[in-house]
């Protein structure tokens, strides 16, 4: 049973049916993926939920022995200390949890980089790290949908849920929720629940 982050969920409903079939294939024989911009997101949680500073946090990278993925990777994190700065608040604790797709074979773990206090607001991230593809209202409107339905409750019912363009700095938020948002999501965690199911019978 895969297990996918929620941004890869998003990209996934970018991309056209091919490619879609192709990615959701590649669970058929890992079902625990694997994250290019892991390195990005744990220097992240030392630099917001630690704060740390950039030195230390950046040396969670030392690992990455590829040098294209590092110099992403530590791209992604300057971009996120800039937003830091321009964001002051505090570390908070965030919710996590799991979406399903309708017949339980796909799973999209919602979690959070970092919980933020900010101007008396409390909010939670998560990180849209794709360099060369911009996160869309529609895409952005899914995820927060999914953010709102599964973890909003309890201790964190006045909870703000975010994705942050990385890239961009540009962060969306419940106001990227439509109406036909809700449909759009069930949707998509169908087709991509299908078509791993096929993989999976054809592996």
């Given at each position: 049973m895969p297990r996918i982050n929620l941004t890869t969920f998003l990209f996934n409903d970018s991309v056209d049916s091919v490619e879609k079939a192709r990615r959701l294939g590649k669970y058929a024989n890992d079902p625990g993926g694997g994250d290019y911009y892991w390195g990005a997101k744990e220097a992240a949680k030392k630099l917001f939920g630690e704060d740390a500073p950039y030195d230390a946090a950046i040396a969670v990278m030392a690992n990455i022995?590829?040098?294209?993925?590092?110099?992403?990777?530590?791209?992604?994190?300057?971009?996120?200390?800039?937003?830091?700065?321009?964001?002051?608040?505090?570390?908070?604790?965030?919710?996590?949890g799991t979406a399903k797709g309708p017949q339980g074979e796909l799973i999209v773990t919602l979690r959070p980089a970092y919980g933020w206090l900010?101007?008396?607001?409390?909010?939670?991230?998560?990180?849209?790290?794709?360099?060369?593809?911009?996160?869309?209202?529609?895409?952005?409107g899914m995820g927060v949908y999914l953010l709102e339905l599964h973890l909003r409750h309890g201790p964190f019912a006045n909870m703000d849920f975010y994705i942050l363009d990385v890239e961009t700095g540009r962060r969306f938020g419940r106001r990227a929720i439509s109406k036909d948002t809700p449909i759009a999501t069930v949707m998509a965690l169908q087709y991509q629940e299908e078509l791993y199911l096929q993989a999976k019978k054809a592996a």
């Open positions: 022995s590829q040098p294209t993925r590092r110099t992403d990777n530590e791209l992604a994190l300057r971009n996120l200390y800039a937003w830091k700065l321009k964001h002051p608040g505090v570390a908070i604790p965030t919710p996590v900010s101007k008396a607001k409390h909010e939670a991230y998560v990180l849209w790290t794709y360099k060369d593809v911009r996160l869309s209202s529609r895409l952005a």
